[in-house]
Protein backbone atom coordinates (compact mmCIF):
# COMPACT_ATOMS: atom_id res chain seq x y z
CA UNK A 1 0.00 0.00 0.00
CA UNK A 2 1.53 3.23 -0.79
CA UNK A 3 1.70 5.48 2.00
CA UNK A 4 3.23 9.01 2.21
CA UNK A 5 3.54 10.97 5.29
CA UNK A 6 4.11 14.74 5.19
CA UNK A 7 5.71 16.10 8.94
CA UNK A 8 7.67 19.75 9.43
CA UNK A 9 4.66 22.27 9.39
CA UNK A 10 4.19 25.02 11.90
CA UNK A 11 4.06 28.35 12.52
CA UNK A 12 6.99 30.53 11.54
CA UNK A 13 7.49 34.36 11.17
CA UNK A 14 7.59 36.00 7.78
CA UNK A 15 11.25 36.10 6.64
CA UNK A 16 11.52 32.71 8.32
CA UNK A 17 13.03 28.93 7.53
CA UNK A 18 11.25 25.72 7.68
CA UNK A 19 11.80 22.53 6.45
CA UNK A 20 9.04 19.69 4.83
CA UNK A 21 9.27 16.15 5.01
CA UNK A 22 7.52 13.26 3.22
CA UNK A 23 7.81 9.97 4.02
CA UNK A 24 7.27 7.68 0.98
CA UNK A 25 6.48 3.41 1.68
CA UNK A 26 4.84 0.95 -0.60
CA UNK A 27 6.62 1.43 -3.82
CA UNK A 28 10.20 1.52 -4.93
CA UNK A 29 10.80 5.58 -4.28
CA UNK A 30 13.70 6.11 -6.58
CA UNK A 31 11.44 4.69 -9.63
CA UNK A 32 9.00 7.91 -9.51
CA UNK A 33 8.94 11.72 -9.49
CA UNK A 34 7.72 13.41 -6.58
CA UNK A 35 6.11 16.42 -6.20
CA UNK A 36 4.55 19.32 -3.44
CA UNK A 37 1.31 20.88 -3.87
CA UNK A 38 -0.27 23.24 -1.90
CA UNK A 39 -3.54 24.55 -0.44
CA UNK A 40 -4.04 27.79 1.27
CA UNK A 41 -6.93 27.92 2.83
CA UNK A 42 -10.30 28.09 1.41
CA UNK A 43 -8.36 28.12 -1.75
CA UNK A 44 -7.59 25.75 -4.82
CA UNK A 45 -4.45 23.71 -5.65
CA UNK A 46 -1.69 25.49 -6.58
CA UNK A 47 1.64 23.18 -8.22
CA UNK A 48 4.65 24.17 -6.67
CA UNK A 49 8.01 22.02 -6.96
CA UNK A 50 8.26 18.59 -8.64
CA UNK A 51 12.03 16.13 -8.74
CA UNK A 52 12.85 13.74 -11.23
CA UNK A 53 13.05 10.04 -9.98
CA UNK A 54 17.21 10.27 -9.75
CA UNK A 55 16.48 13.47 -8.66
CA UNK A 56 18.93 15.32 -11.38
CA UNK A 57 15.93 17.75 -12.75
CA UNK A 58 13.89 19.52 -10.69
CA UNK A 59 11.14 22.36 -11.24
CA UNK A 60 9.32 24.99 -9.55
CA UNK A 61 6.43 27.16 -9.94
CA UNK A 62 7.50 30.84 -10.64
CA UNK A 63 5.99 31.84 -7.19
CA UNK A 64 8.33 30.12 -5.25
CA UNK A 65 11.59 30.02 -7.56
CA UNK A 66 15.13 30.88 -5.61
CA UNK A 67 13.43 30.53 -1.94
CA UNK A 68 12.18 26.81 -2.12
CA UNK A 69 14.66 23.67 -2.57
CA UNK A 70 12.91 20.41 -3.44
CA UNK A 71 15.18 17.42 -2.51
CA UNK A 72 15.19 14.08 -1.96
CA UNK A 73 17.18 11.02 -0.02
CA UNK A 74 16.96 7.74 -1.63
CA UNK A 75 18.07 5.73 1.25
CA UNK A 76 15.69 7.63 3.64
CA UNK A 77 12.37 6.47 1.16
CA UNK A 78 12.04 10.62 1.75
CA UNK A 79 11.13 13.83 -0.07
CA UNK A 80 11.83 17.22 1.28
CA UNK A 81 10.85 20.69 0.76
CA UNK A 82 13.02 23.76 2.39
CA UNK A 83 11.45 26.87 2.33
CA UNK A 84 13.22 29.98 2.94
CA UNK A 85 11.98 33.63 2.95
CA UNK A 86 8.53 32.98 3.71
CA UNK A 87 6.12 35.54 3.21
CA UNK A 88 2.31 35.69 4.70
CA UNK A 89 0.79 33.99 1.33
CA UNK A 90 2.98 30.72 1.42
CA UNK A 91 0.87 29.69 4.54
CA UNK A 92 -0.74 26.80 2.76
CA UNK A 93 -1.52 23.17 3.26
CA UNK A 94 1.30 21.42 1.64
CA UNK A 95 0.57 17.88 0.09
CA UNK A 96 3.22 15.71 -0.93
CA UNK A 97 2.57 13.70 -4.19
CA UNK A 98 3.83 10.71 -6.26
CA UNK A 99 4.22 11.34 -10.00
CA UNK A 100 3.02 8.71 -12.36
CA UNK A 101 4.91 7.18 -14.97
CA UNK A 102 2.89 7.71 -17.56
CA UNK A 103 2.00 11.33 -16.95
CA UNK A 104 2.71 14.24 -14.92
CA UNK A 105 -0.21 13.93 -12.63
CA UNK A 106 -0.39 12.82 -9.12
CA UNK A 107 -2.03 9.02 -8.13
CA UNK A 108 -1.22 9.35 -4.35
CA UNK A 109 -1.28 11.97 -2.08
CA UNK A 110 -0.05 12.42 1.52
CA UNK A 111 -2.87 13.63 4.17
CA UNK A 112 -0.76 17.52 4.24
CA UNK A 113 0.84 19.71 6.40
CA UNK A 114 -0.04 22.80 7.35
CA UNK A 115 2.47 25.55 6.91
CA UNK A 116 1.19 29.02 8.48
CA UNK A 117 3.13 32.14 8.39
CA UNK A 118 2.49 35.29 10.74
CA UNK A 119 4.25 37.33 13.11
CA UNK B 1 1.59 30.01 -18.53
CA UNK B 2 -1.61 27.51 -19.73
CA UNK B 3 -4.38 29.30 -17.57
CA UNK B 4 -6.87 26.49 -16.66
CA UNK B 5 -11.04 27.52 -16.39
CA UNK B 6 -13.36 25.46 -14.65
CA UNK B 7 -17.05 26.40 -15.22
CA UNK B 8 -19.27 26.34 -13.86
CA UNK B 9 -17.85 27.56 -10.45
CA UNK B 10 -20.92 25.85 -8.85
CA UNK B 11 -23.12 23.21 -9.86
CA UNK B 12 -26.15 21.68 -8.30
CA UNK B 13 -27.18 18.50 -9.13
CA UNK B 14 -30.08 16.34 -7.67
CA UNK B 15 -28.77 12.44 -6.63
CA UNK B 16 -29.02 9.97 -9.89
CA UNK B 17 -28.47 12.98 -12.22
CA UNK B 18 -25.66 13.73 -14.69
CA UNK B 19 -23.23 16.09 -14.27
CA UNK B 20 -20.88 17.93 -17.18
CA UNK B 21 -18.07 19.97 -15.89
CA UNK B 22 -15.99 22.20 -18.54
CA UNK B 23 -12.32 22.88 -18.15
CA UNK B 24 -10.64 25.53 -20.65
CA UNK B 25 -7.31 25.74 -21.45
CA UNK B 26 -5.66 29.23 -22.49
CA UNK B 27 -4.03 27.29 -24.99
CA UNK B 28 -4.53 23.95 -27.24
CA UNK B 29 -2.62 21.04 -26.32
CA UNK B 30 -3.61 17.34 -27.11
CA UNK B 31 -4.62 15.08 -24.03
CA UNK B 32 -2.24 15.76 -21.43
CA UNK B 33 -5.05 16.97 -18.92
CA UNK B 34 -6.29 15.04 -15.51
CA UNK B 35 -9.07 15.47 -13.14
CA UNK B 36 -9.06 15.38 -9.60
CA UNK B 37 -11.79 15.01 -6.41
CA UNK B 38 -11.41 16.39 -2.88
CA UNK B 39 -13.81 16.48 -0.45
CA UNK B 40 -13.78 18.95 2.62
CA UNK B 41 -10.41 17.88 5.06
CA UNK B 42 -9.07 15.83 2.57
CA UNK B 43 -6.20 15.58 0.00
CA UNK B 44 -7.07 15.15 -3.58
CA UNK B 45 -7.89 11.91 -5.92
CA UNK B 46 -6.85 11.21 -8.97
CA UNK B 47 -9.84 10.40 -11.07
CA UNK B 48 -8.80 10.33 -14.69
CA UNK B 49 -5.44 11.09 -16.67
CA UNK B 50 -4.66 11.90 -20.25
CA UNK B 51 -8.07 13.33 -20.71
CA UNK B 52 -9.75 10.10 -20.57
CA UNK B 53 -8.36 7.29 -18.75
CA UNK B 54 -9.87 6.59 -15.26
CA UNK B 55 -7.35 6.25 -12.67
CA UNK B 56 -6.77 2.85 -10.37
CA UNK B 57 -10.39 2.26 -8.73
CA UNK B 58 -12.61 4.48 -10.23
CA UNK B 59 -15.88 3.88 -11.16
CA UNK B 60 -16.96 4.15 -15.01
CA UNK B 61 -19.81 6.32 -14.18
CA UNK B 62 -16.70 9.24 -14.24
CA UNK B 63 -15.39 10.12 -17.55
CA UNK B 64 -13.48 12.40 -19.53
CA UNK B 65 -13.35 13.54 -22.80
CA UNK B 66 -11.94 16.42 -24.81
CA UNK B 67 -8.81 17.98 -26.76
CA UNK B 68 -7.17 21.61 -27.64
CA UNK B 69 -8.75 24.14 -25.48
CA UNK B 70 -11.89 22.29 -23.94
CA UNK B 71 -11.93 19.71 -21.95
CA UNK B 72 -15.12 17.34 -20.09
CA UNK B 73 -15.55 15.85 -16.63
CA UNK B 74 -18.82 13.82 -17.04
CA UNK B 75 -20.32 12.41 -13.97
CA UNK B 76 -23.10 10.04 -15.23
CA UNK B 77 -25.35 9.16 -12.01
CA UNK B 78 -24.45 11.33 -9.53
CA UNK B 79 -24.24 9.26 -6.25
CA UNK B 80 -23.65 10.94 -2.45
CA UNK B 81 -20.35 10.32 -2.40
CA UNK B 82 -19.64 12.50 -5.37
CA UNK B 83 -20.45 15.82 -4.12
CA UNK B 84 -17.18 17.44 -3.74
CA UNK B 85 -14.34 20.05 -5.50
CA UNK B 86 -13.86 18.83 -8.81
CA UNK B 87 -10.00 20.61 -10.51
CA UNK B 88 -8.39 20.00 -13.51
CA UNK B 89 -4.62 19.93 -14.02
CA UNK B 90 -2.86 20.51 -17.02
CA UNK B 91 0.47 18.48 -17.74
CA UNK B 92 1.65 19.67 -21.26
CA UNK B 93 3.55 22.45 -20.14
CA UNK B 94 5.76 23.72 -17.31
CA UNK B 95 4.92 25.37 -14.99
CA UNK B 96 2.13 22.39 -14.12
CA UNK B 97 -1.15 24.73 -13.71
CA UNK B 98 -4.88 23.46 -11.49
CA UNK B 99 -7.62 24.57 -12.84
CA UNK B 100 -9.49 26.80 -10.08
CA UNK B 101 -12.13 24.28 -9.19
CA UNK B 102 -15.58 23.41 -9.69
CA UNK B 103 -18.46 22.29 -6.49
CA UNK B 104 -20.50 19.97 -7.24
CA UNK B 105 -23.41 19.80 -4.64
CA UNK B 106 -26.83 19.14 -3.75
CA UNK B 107 -29.72 20.28 -5.43
Known amino acids: EVQLVESGGGLVQPGGSLRLSCAASGFTFSTYGMSWVRQAPGKGLEWVSV????????YYADSVRGRFTISRDKSKNTLYLQMNSLRADDTAVYYCAKVMVVAASFDYWGQGTLVTVSS | EIVLTQSPATLSVSPGERATLSCRASQSFSSNLAWYQQKPGQAPRLLIY???TRATGIPARFSGSGSGTEFTLTISSLQSEDFAVYYC?????????FGPGTKVDIK
Open chain 1, 51 to 58: ISGSGDST
Open chain 2, 50 to 52: GTS
Open chain 2, 89 to 97: QQYNNWPLT
